[in-house]
């Protein structure tokens, strides 16, 4: 399975707006790039999707290069809530489940 | 709609005993997925299924582990004579298609 690669973690101060950039290589054409985010003692929560270009939600931009090898989350003015650790899983086509890697730890810092 | 539930949400098991993990769907969901997380690590899949089929078990231990997704009632993973290193947090997810996986909040399981 293709996997992919993003920092282990990150610092922010509060109301900074946060970049993590995830490598997809090996990515395969009906692939989608998803994002979650997951809290202590939580489960992950979706956050955002995409195939190519931009995508924007209330949440979070997602953008995606012409050749999707890598996408780049982008939370804007973060809050210490958004500390949390952030995982760029992709979902295949067909029968195939979300792989995921270790994800980017994002600590945000008063 | 209630999310994903999965019970117990802490489990305690001496070594030998058996585990069992129960996830519940969201409503009209029929993809079921199990994950299993270490401290500091990131999630391993399991098993996938869909109602009273194993899809995918790639994920699964070949011994002590299975799964199952009856066609009424919540699916469930089982760990048969459980060891320390089975200590984890299990997650459970659920989907109407491939799409948008919705996650409960995960079974603690101890081994002591």
């Known amino acids: 399975l293709a996997k992919t690669t993003q920092p282990i973690s990150m610092d922010s101060y509060e109301g900074q707006e946060v970049n993590i950039t995830c490598s997809h290589n090996?990515?395969?054409?009906?692939?989608?790039i998803t994002w979650y985010q997951q809290f202590p003692s939580q489960g992950p929560r979706f956050i955002i999707q995409g195939y190519k270009t931009k995508v924007t939600n209330e949440v979070a931009s997602l953008f995606i290069p012409a050749d999707r090898k890598s996408s780049t989350l982008s939370l804007p003015r973060v809050s210490l809530s958004d500390t949390a650790v952030y995982y760029c899983p992709r979902l295949p086509s067909g029968n195939t489940p979300l792989v995921f890697g270790k994800g980017t730890r994002l600590s945000v810092i008063a | 709609n209630a999310g994903v539930m999965q019970n117990p949400r802490h489990l305690v098991r001496r070594r030998g005993q058996e585990a069992r993990l129960r996830c519940s769907p969201m409503k009209g969901h029929s993809h079921v997925y199990w994950y299993r997380q270490l401290p500091e690590e990131g999630l391993k899949f399991m098993v996938y299924l869909q109602k009273e089929n194993i899809i995918d078990e790639s994920g699964m231990p070949k011994e002590r582990f299975s799964a199952e997704f009856p066609k009424e009632g919540p699916s469930i993973l089982r760990i048969q004579q459980v060891v320390r290193g089975d200590s984890a947090a299990y997650f459970c997810a659920s989907s109407p298609s491939q799409d948008g996986y919705t996650f409960g909040s995960g079974t603690r399981l101890t081994v002591v």
């Open positions: 090996n990515i395969a054409t009906n692939d989608y």
